[in-house]
């Protein structure tokens, strides 16, 4: 018997199994080491090795994610990052491609802040259609930020150059430190119930994860959510990202930039109330027009030219009304007339008496007055009455002859 050849594969399909299996079997990782080998390539592209005391991982980050690192990555640094695991075929290696790359001293944080996330989009605070338009025009504006950081000063000055005629309300917090979230909370509430003010404006300017972490706190993200203003979250700068910007109403890159979204340009403003002025004063105009041509046409009409042929229309109709008032009075007492005589002279020939004037006679019974007319309602000598044209004489049936 002879044993069947092997069925033989190629390196290359080989290393697409491989890569099957490994990425389909670790999605989205966290991954701490220590960074050797480190090049950061002309292209832009940061390639090195992520190691430990006993194994070692090849590791990529490319431009379009390393330009937003708030560090620069150096041989020995401990460092957390997070990404996928992938097969670079070329070689046939394993190696993590990186999204997110912090020292590991902060890497706890992010942790945190993407379990929160996590959590917060699961409960719908994210969701876009829940959340608030920001007023067109707002009349009072609020501010929630320390006192003394450039914020406050951007914020103000911002507002001054573009819309000095808006109110603003200022309610100092702290935005650094353990007690920092807890007094961003208060003053949300505190604005919230004052309910003074058309919208909020909440931040700080840049700093280190650290530094931001208030507003990344549960407390925070919470009181933003519940409050019933709508909240431009401008916290940091424009790469900066918090759980409050995800929450808030609207995120704005920068307190500066904030501020130019709630206030519209007074000069904006101006032109807006101009337009509208042209638009009426060429409505009015319109309308006037219109009358004016309307009156000339009826200052053409020849009865208002001669108002006394107008009366004079009028008096002949009037006339015309009268007279057919009265043809048709007179109408109605011939047709009257006519009824009556035809009524008056069935009535009169209907009269009894005009009957008896002709020779006739009614004879009644005496005893009970009724007409007698069959001779068997009176017995023999009977009496009865006779009534004629002129009077009344009593009679009396005659005996029968035998």
């Known amino acids: 018997m002879s044993t069947p050849e092997p069925q033989a594969i190629s390196v290359s399909d080989l290393t697409q199994q491989i890569k099957n299996v490994l990425e389909g ?20 592209h940061m390639y090195f090795t992520l190691k430990d005391e006993k194994a070692e991982i090849r590791g990529v980050m490319f431009k379009g994610f390393n330009q937003f690192l708030h560090f620069k990555p150096e041989n020995g640094m401990q460092v957390l990052l997070q990404g996928d695991l992938t097969v670079y075929k070329a070689r046939g ?132 959510f519940a409050c019933s203003i709508p909240i431009i979250s401008a916290v940091g700068h424009e790469t900066d990202l918090s759980i409050s910007d995800l929450v808030a109403d609207m995120r704005a890159p920068t307190p500066s930039a904030a501020a130019e979204v709630v206030s519209p340009a007074a000069s904006d403003l101006i032109e807006y109330i101009h337009g509208y002025e042209r638009n009426l004063a060429s409505a009015m105009q319109r309308d006037l027009q219109k009358r004016w041509q309307g009156l000339d046409s009826a200052k053409d009409r020849f009865v208002l030219q001669q108002p006394s042929q107008l009366l004079k229309q009028h008096r002949t109709h009037s006339r015309e009304l009268v007279h057919l008032m009265v043809q048709a009075y007179r109408l109605g007492i011939q047709g009257f007339s006519g009824k009556f005589a035809g009524a008056n002279e069935k009535l009169l020939a209907l009269n009894p008496m005009n009957i008896l004037s002709r020779g006739y ?30 009077g009344t004489f009593r009679a009396k049936r005659a005996n029968k002859k035998k």
């Not at 080491?33 to 002309?42: D, L, T």
């Not at 009724?370 to 009496?383: A, S, Y």
């Open 361 to 390: 006679s009614i004879a009644y019974r005496e005893t009970d007055q009724k007409i007698i007319r069959d001779p068997q309602d009176l017995k023999e000598g009977d009496p009865f009455e006779l009534q004629t044209f002129k």
């Open 93 to 224: 290696q394993y190696q993590i491609v990186a999204k997110k790359m912090e020292p590991a001293g902060i890497g706890t944080l992010y942790l945190a802040f993407e379990a929160l996330k996590k959590q917060l989009a699961a409960e719908g605070l994210f969701d876009q259609e829940i959340k608030q338009k920001l007023p067109v025009y707002p009349r009072c504006i609020g501010v929630i930020t320390s006192q003394t950081g450039a914020a406050v000063r951007d914020i103000f000055q911002v507002l001054d150059r573009r819309a000095p005629h808006v109110d603003v309300i200022l309610k100092p917090s702290r935005v650094q430190g353990d007690k920092a979230a807890f007094d961003l909370t208060e003053a949300i509430n505190d604005m919230a119930a004052f309910n003074a003010v058309d919208v909020i404006i909440i931040g700080r300017g840049g700093g280190s994860l650290e530094d931001l972490w208030p507003f990344n706190e549960e407390s925070v993200a919470r009181a933003i």
């Open 25 to 44: 079997s670790f999605p989205i990782l966290w991954i701490s080491g220590e960074i050797s080998n480190f090049v950061h390539h002309g292209s832009g």
